[in-house]
């Protein structure tokens, strides 16, 4: 499937730090504490089931301290900070820079909230991520949102593999995909960008077909 055109999204930028092309959502300076963002409604409960999700992600400059949203899924339109405060449910990609750079996988549930990181990242590379939620994955098959980090192309060098669970009855449907943001408080500020985001739904869709045929295959052959 086609990639998404960023110029359809719905920016929140009064300090006009975004800018929107038709394969690239850029971010300059972009500081923790602002309201800014980059949405797009994609009608109640539109993400479903199984996801397979790739884009690419560059981050060209982060100071102390500094965040920032790269990726989410929720089901109500604020800030990432604001969402945190009224306990919406929602799953995100973000950037973060304290005593590390690393890049972080969060699920924030109604229950329990769960999130995984991998260190060591650097500014000036260009990241390509494929996102998966296998929707009855995980131990308890309650969900499993897993995310593939390579460098060169999608199926490139592997820098590492991060997942989280969920929770049972958190496996949830969303509507809202953001793409950069401003995400929480203090003074840093990153630069960079998301780029080349390819839903791959009929990907997804076919997976859950797929699955579907060969349990009840397998439960004729049985018989």
């Known amino acids: 499937m086609a990639n998404e055109d960023f110029r359809t999204f719905t920016e929140l930028d009064p300090n006009f730090r975004l800018v929107q092309t038709l394969t690239r959502s850029s ?6 504490a602002e309201t800014a963002y980059v949405h797009k409604d994609y009608t109640e409960n539109h993400f479903n089931e199984d996801l397979n999700q790739q884009f690419e992600i560059y981050m060209t400059s982060v100071t102390l301290q500094g965040v920032s949203l ?15 405060v009224d306990d919406e ?3 995100f990609i973000d950037w973060t ?13 109604n229950q329990v909230d769960y999130e995984t990181s991998l260190k060591s990242m650097v500014t000036g590379e260009l990241y390509f991520l494929t996102l998966i939620r296998a929707d009855t994955g995980g131990s308890n098959s309650t969900g499993l949102y897993t995310l593939y980090i390579r460098t060169d192309s999608h199926s490139g060098t592997l820098v590492d593999i991060i997942s989280v669970e969920c929770s049972e009855g958190e496996q949830k449907d969303f509507r809202y995909l953001y793409a950069p943001g401003a995400t929480s408080s203090g003074s840093g500020n ?4 998301i780029q080349n985001l390819n839903l791959n739904e009929a990907v997804a869709a076919f997976a859950v077909l797929q699955e579907y045929f ?3 295959f397998q439960a004729i052959g049985n018989n």
Not at 102 to 107: A, D, F
Not at 190 to 193: I, Q, V
């Open 27 to 32: 971010w300059t300076n972009l500081t923790n």
């Open 70 to 84: 790269v990726w989410m899924l929720a089901n109500a339109v604020d800030r990432k900070a604001a969402l945190i």
């Open 89 to 91: 449910d929602f799953v």
């Open 97 to 109: 820079y304290s005593d590390d750079f690393r890049l972080r996988l969060y699920e924030n549930g």
């Open 190 to 193: 990153t630069t960079g960008y």
């Open 214 to 216: 060969q349990e009840n």
